[in-house]
């Protein structure tokens, strides 16, 4: 059974930084990679990026290209979102899922409870 428990949301301030954590257990998709995800309110959830399981391979959507650096730690099954420079726009419930490598597409269609990041300005 998959399980993906997400932490670190808060509120902060424009322009501060906060790191969320992704913790796996159950299988273990070595092939994958781990994407985060976010919902604002109101809207639809969208990719951020992702970390193949295997290899150090990052991949961003444009909206968080430079702010935003995804890294992991095989053995603590944890994956990180560090996100710097954050605005008020990067308020929403963030979630990470197992999504094919290469890809935003979360074939297994499993989520996390997310955690919330509000951005005041």
């Known amino acids: 059974q998959v399980q993906l428990v997400e932490s670190g949301g808060g509120l902060v301030q424009a322009g501060d930084s906060l790191r969320l954590s992704c913790v796996a257990s159950?299988?273990?998709?070595?092939?994958?990679?781990m994407g985060w995800f976010r919902q604002g309110p109101g809207k639809e959830r969208v990719f951020v990026g992702a970390i193949n399981w295997s290899g150090i391979s990052t991949y961003y959507s444009d909206s968080v290209k430079g702010r935003f650096t995804i890294s992991k730690d095989i053995a603590k099954k944890t994956v990180y979102l560090q996100m710097n420079s954050l605005k008020p726009e990067d308020t929403a419930r963030y979630y990470c899922?197992?999504?094919?490598?290469?890809?935003?597409?979360?074939?297994?269609?499993?989520w996390g409870q997310g955690t919330l990041v509000a951005v005041s300005s």
């Open positions: 159950g299988r273990i998709y070595s092939t994958y990679a």
């Open positions: 899922a197992w999504v094919v490598a290469g890809t935003a597409r979360n074939s297994l269609d499993t």
